[in-house]
């Protein structure tokens, strides 16, 4: 470890829009399960504004950020023989090793990690929180690392084979750079899973799978018994019409996993982008533009205001509505759009964090349109292998920064923390990475 005691990191200061960087100690193993890691570039995201707003309940200062991406500085002692049960990394992991995190402790172990709903690990914790010092640091100690990490160094990462033919922007893993590695610790993955979750839903499958409701499902009949529908669908029937609320980044990674899922499985898509914001709307556009054509699959992409896309899926959908809607905003204007927008018998994913104590409809509402919901948050250790396949065929999109299609708009030193901030809180700066060295 180096012979240093302190190190600089971004605090965050009761009771809101107070950042400070300042020194602290370097953390040090306090654990066996833990890592101490040493980071290369941290990430500002959209749920520290909640903090930095002081929308939360912290009281005391800590250090900031859920994204970082680093190397492998020290290991507890859990790490140093044959760990036989345990998750294969505690036998695996070496110091040296590169590794990015997903924005929440996950142990590997208990029902909630086995079953992959690792966001809800029985240790579940989120980084950058009083109780968990964050990434925005030069150095950040990762409770039940084992469980928690994943290693970049290790061959089942960057021995893989290429991306399937056809589908491969020709990326070898190695060239991916750190600032495109970082998207893994939340915004991808969240993107990566509101789309799984939309696409996956009992009453999204007919449209996917061009099979009546209920045959579209695992436990759907065979076809063999009286009384099935067999009215053929007609090709408007399997037109999915969608709409993602909210182009922040977890929206725009949201929109590509869409249509990349969509693509793989010639899926004919209208899909409606929406946001308040005219650049972050024009992002989208040039994002989904970038993607080469024959990789877009069959459909139609737009951008556009709230008031425009109800227009859009009126005229679309002859006052029908989406099949299902994406919500990554996290308020009540953002859910009362999309219940508005959703079809009857329709889908609502929503990824945003929510503060409002009530929901802006009744229960009546949602029984009479039949309207499943799916909230909360993504299970980022489990979402990974998707994640990471996305993010290595698309860097089109999430390999650069500061292009106009890149997701990160810039990466700045520590010097720039408290500004960076202030401009991301007022909408003035897109995704912004801290590189703790500079
Ligand atoms: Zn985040
Ligand atoms: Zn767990």
Redesign the pocket.
């Given at each position: 470890m180096s012979e240093a005691s302190e190190q600089r990191a971004v605090f965050w200061y009761p009771p809101s829009y107070d950042i400070r960087v300042e020194t602290a100690p370097i953390p040090r193993i306090q654990e066996p399960d833990d890592a101490i890691v040493k980071i290369t570039l941290a990430g500002l995201c959209g749920s520290d504004l909640h903090t930095y707003r002081g929308h939360g309940e912290d009281t005391k200062p800590f250090i900031c950020g859920h994204e970082f991406i680093g190397q492998v500085i020290a290991l507890g002692s859990s790490f140093e023989t044959d760990a036989a049960g345990r998750p294969s990394l505690y036998s695996t992991l070496r110091v040296g090793d590169k590794v990015v995190s997903p924005f929440t402790v996950?142990?590997?172990?208990?029902h909630?990690?086995r079953v992959g709903f690792t966001c809800r690990?029985?240790?579940s914790r989120l980084f950058g929180t009083e109780m968990t010092p964050g990434g925005q640091a030069q150095y950040v100690r990762v409770p039940r690392a084992g469980?928690t990490l994943y290693s970049l160094s290790s061959p089942d990462f960057w021995g893989k084979p290429k991306p399937s033919p056809g589908r491969s922007s020709g990326v070898s893993y190695t060239d991916i750079a750190d600032s495109s590695l970082l998207l893994l610790c939340d915004i991808l993955p969240t993107g990566v899973f509101a789309a799984f979750q939309a696409l996956h839903h009992p009453k999204v499958l007919p449209m996917v799978l061009t099979l009546p409701y209920p045959s579209s499902s695992l436990f759907g009949v065979t076809g063999e018994v009286a009384g099935v529908i067999t009215t053929p669908l007609r090709p408007e029937d399997a037109v999915l019409t969608l709409a993602i609320v909210g182009l922040g980044p977890v929206g725009l990674c949201a929109c590509v996993s869409l249509v990349d899922m969509l693509a793989a499985r010639k899926v004919p898509y209208r899909i409606v982008a929406i946001d308040l914001v005219e650049a972050r709307r024009q992002k989208a556009r040039v994002m989904y533009d970038t993607i080469d054509r024959a990789e877009r699959g069959e459909g139609e992409f737009v951008v556009a205001s709230i008031e425009e896309s109800k227009g859009i899926v009126e005229q679309w959908t002859q006052g029908v509505g989406c099949n299902a809607i994406l919500e990554a905003v996290g308020n009540n204007s953002a859910l009362a759009l999309a219940y508005d927008l959703v079809r009857p018998f329709g889908h609502i994913v929503s990824v945003g964090v929510h503060g409002e104590p009530q929901m802006p409809f009744t229960g009546r509402q949602l029984y009479n349109k039949n309207v499943s919901f799916d909230f909360g948050r993504c299970p980022v250790r489990a979402m990974f292998p998707l994640a990471v396949d996305l993010l290595v065929r698309r860097q089109d999109v999430f390999g650069g920064v500061g292009e106009p299609a890149s997701l990160i708009d810039r990466i700045v030193g520590f010097d720039e923390a408290v500004t960076s901030y202030d401009l991301f809180d007022k909408g003035k700066v897109g995704k912004v990475l801290f590189d703790p060295w500079k």
């Open positions: 996950s142990c590997g172990e208990c909630f990690c690990c029985v240790e469980g």
